[in-house]
């Protein structure tokens, strides 16, 4: 494949034809901040935290969905985009309830360490307090909808690497949510085959084993990186 | 030099955060030496003082009472500083508002009726127990914040760094791994 040369925040570089700027940034050693894009899933740019400018367009792009051009001029940390991110952020913790000190996830969650990242001392929006459920229905598994961030991975996973097709995003705007089937019970759910894929890969404390208290809820992505890698190489036939 | 006056209170919060104060140990020496604690659950004084330069809040805004005495802490202080996560996000003591409106009636019904073993009565002595708000907040969606100090509670050292940069008169700048809520 052709190779594409473009300036990632000044730094020249050069990339394969078909990469995401996402994917270029990371070569070049440049992070930039993401939530939804977990490796060896596709990415959906659902979570705007990745918007970076490109010269010669008004327009903030998504860095994991957006393929690398020819002579692109990329732009990943000035204000704007950190005033965008520190917005992103600010509105994810007001639309639902997230209350760190009390989660499963406290110490290993994403959203929790970006936000410090980011320097969130505080949100300036009111929080909403939704009336959000748990839903503990599932003898392995817990779903806590006010820690969702609506990423979208526990659906991506569900789909593209166990091949389930449970998880599904109903609804739009500040009632969307994600169910399993047709929003049933996650407990009565006959196309969940309890593998825990999606637990793996929540980045927040959304999803998680049944029995972990506060803070307990720490994940191991290599689990999945194993599984996408052994997927792709062809180390087994499945 | 002149004394600085420095006040502590202490709102719906566990006093967790007064704890990790507690916890600056040898500092809480130098402090002495520098500044009156004028306010503060630890000091005995009834009434909130005018002209004080810094005041930690510690816990979310739960009851009538703790909304008056911010109002005034407010218009008496210089500096807030939003103390814990508890101040900064309202946190646990807010767990009750996303039961909707009548949350407050709702957990004193749970608290002292549902689960009183002898004599159920909800608490109501005009001028003595305060009316819980209808909504728990945190303290900058009351008044107006300088500074804040996420944490649950916030780390000794961060309040030690901050309270030296507030009392040399210079701009607080933390330094270290970010803070985080929780
Ligand atoms: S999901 Fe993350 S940000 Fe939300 S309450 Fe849990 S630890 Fe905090
Ligand atoms: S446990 Fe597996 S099959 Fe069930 S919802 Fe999660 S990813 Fe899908
Ligand atoms: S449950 Fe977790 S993985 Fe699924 S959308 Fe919500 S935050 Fe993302
Ligand atoms: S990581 Fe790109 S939009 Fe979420």
Known sequence: MAAKTLTIDGKQLSAEEGATVLQAAAEAGVKIPTLCHLEGLHDIGACRLCLVEVAGGPKLLPACTTLITEGMEVTTASERLKNYRRLTLELLFAERNHVCAVCVANGHCELQTLAGQQGLDHVRYDYCFPPWEVDATHRLFGMDHDRCILCQRCVRVCWDIEGAGTKHVSGRGGKAKIISDLDDDWGDSETCTACGKCVQACPTGALYHRGSTVGEMVRDRSKLEFLVNAREKKLWSV | ?182
């Open chain 2, 1 to 182: 030099m002149e004394r600085l006056k420095i006040a502590t209170v202490w709102f719906g919060g566990c006093s967790g955060c007064h704890m990790s104060f507690l916890d600056l140990d040898e500092f809480l020496l130098d402090l002495a030496a520098r500044v009156d604690v004028v306010y503060s659950p630890v000091v005995d004084c009834k009434d909130y003082p005018e002209g004080v330069a810094v005041c930690l809040i510690e816990g979310a805004i739960c009851n009538e009472d703790h909304l008056a005495l911010l109002h005034r802490i407010r218009a008496r202080t210089r500096v807030l500083i939003a103390f814990g996560d508890c101040a900064v996000t309202a946190n646990v003591p807010a767990l009750r508002n996303h039961l909707g409106s009548g949350n407050a009636a709702a957990v004193l019904q749970c608290a002292y009726l549902d689960h009183a073993q002898d004599r159920p009565r909800l608490p109501a002595e005009a001028g003595i127990v305060p009316v819980l708000l209808d909504r728990v907040r945190p303290v900058h969606e009351v008044v107006y914040v300088e500074h804040f100090l996420p944490g649950c509670p916030p780390p000794a050292d961060r309040i030690k760094a901050l309270l030296t940069q507030l009392l040399h008169g210079l701009t607080p700048h933390l330094e270290g791994p970010p803070l985080t809520f929780g």
